[in-house]
């Protein structure tokens, strides 16, 4: 059974950090691409990032570009986001999800990990 | 890179069919046969319906249909059932730069 699950969520004051995981397993994640998505508290879907499976691939939203990092730890099966000089319109809850292409057909989702910036 | 657009909000009753446009340019939804789907209900992760326009995953119910003309994808739900209440999002791919754009959401109300 695929399984994602996040973690790493908080409070954060405006310009902290936070580093957020998502753990994978149930299929062989080298092979897929993985993404970021966020969803502000009543709003709609946003792309924020994807790794192609080999990291060779890196994109990112404008609104996180130069503030946030994907990575990914194939031998660990996991996925990871550094998010430096949060905004208060950073706070969503991230979801990690799984494609074949980056950018494209998500097909399995994690439950998300909500992250609040607030003085 | 814009949002696509979708509707706000759709209503029918049940056993009835609606559709939800999502429209885009020509640099996204009229340049990629990746358009995707998503249902998301209250609290709940997404769930992928649609892919590749016109593509079901397994278990998703036959009663979901996806289209696509020019910069306008379309999907389509056929015997509403009250369960189908719920948040759509539609997605497309972009192109190399920025490759995910998703719409703003539609919500369906089962009347």
């Known amino acids: 059974e695929v399984q994602l699950e996040e973690s790493g969520g908080g409070l954060v004051k405006p310009g902290g950090s936070l580093r957020l995981s998502c753990a994978a397993s149930g299929f062989n994640f080298n092979i897929y691409s993985m993404n970021w998505i966020r969803q502000a508290p009543g709003k709609g879907l946003e792309w924020v990032s994807s790794?192609?499976?080999?990291?060779?691939?890196?994109y990112y939203a404008d609104s996180v570009k130069g503030r946030f990092t994907i990575s990914r730890d194939n031998a660990k099966n996991s996925l990871h986001l550094q998010m430096n000089s949060l905004r208060a319109e950073d706070t969503a809850v991230y979801f990690c999800?799984?494609?074949?292409?980056?950018?494209?057909?998500?097909?399995?989702w994690g439950q998300g990990t909500l992250v609040t910036v607030s003085s | 890179q814009s949002a696509l657009t979708q509707p706000a909000s759709v209503s029918g009753s049940p056993g009835q069919s609606i559709s939800i446009a999502c429209t885009g340019t020509?640099?996204?939804?009229?340049?990629?046969?990746?358009v995707s789907w998503y249902q998301q209900h209250p609290g709940k992760a997404p769930k992928l319906m649609i892919y590749?326009?016109?593509k079901r995953p397994s278990g998703v119910s036959h009663r979901f249909s996806g289209s696509k003309s020019g910069n306008t994808a379309s999907l389509t739900i056929s015997g509403l059932q009250a369960e189908d209440e719920a948040d759509y999002y539609c997605?497309?791919?972009?192109?190399?730069?920025?490759?995910?754009?998703f719409g703003g959401g539609t919500k369906l109300t089962v009347l």
């Open positions: 790794i192609a499976d080999i990291s060779s691939y890196i």
């Open positions: 997605c497309s791919y972009a192109g190399s730069s920025i490759p995910g754009v």
């Open positions: 999800a799984r494609s074949w292409r980056v950018g494209a057909d998500f097909d399995y």
């Open positions: 590749e326009v016109t």
């Open positions: 020509s640099s996204d939804v009229g340049s990629y046969n990746l």
